[in-house]
């Protein structure tokens, strides 16, 4: 009983930790994010294709290079994630659309964040193009698999 009781809410704040870091993002806001992340994070979004050559972000400078990239590709970028899916080792999924304007293109789109917590930080992070590729990289085959909870 006591085990379940430890599960639910370590589920419950590796979802708000994931939960804030969009917060933090949409507010554009470094210094929250530095502080949700761990030294080591390494982050995967979709403009690092466009603003990055590819590469991943890396440690607390990566996100903060990360925030000018953004800043710098597009007009306006905004991740609406509905749905948020956890599974064990730390891992949060989160499911929505994606909104951008900006480096001549529009784009609104369904999206998927893959996240892994580790100490209570975020360590690491990738953005999918969409909800099934970032479930299926969790090992989600269907959304019944993993506890969701709705923004």
Excluded: C, H
């Amino acid at each position: 009983m006591r085990a379940a009781i430890v599960q639910a809410t370590v589920a419950t704040t590796n979802v708000d930790i994931v939960r804030q870091a969009f917060a933090a993002f949409e507010q554009r806001d470094p210094d929250l994010l530095a502080d949700l992340v761990r030294p080591d994070i390494v982050f995967e979004p979709v403009t690092a294709q466009i603003a990055a050559g590819g590469k991943p972000y890396r440690g607390i400078d990566g996100i903060r290079r990360y925030l000018e990239d953004v800043a710098r590709t597009w007009q306006e970028l905004r991740p609406a994630p509905d749905t948020f899916y956890e599974r064990e080792g730390g891992i949060v999924v989160a499911t929505g659309r994606v909104y951008a304007w900006g480096a001549g293109r529009v784009v609104d789109a369904p999206a998927g964040w893959l996240w892994r917590v580790q100490g209570g930080k975020l360590a690491y992070g990738r953005v999918f193009e969409t909800a099934a590729a970032a479930l299926a990289a969790a090992g989600i085959a269907d959304a019944g698999a993993g506890t969701a909870a709705s923004a």
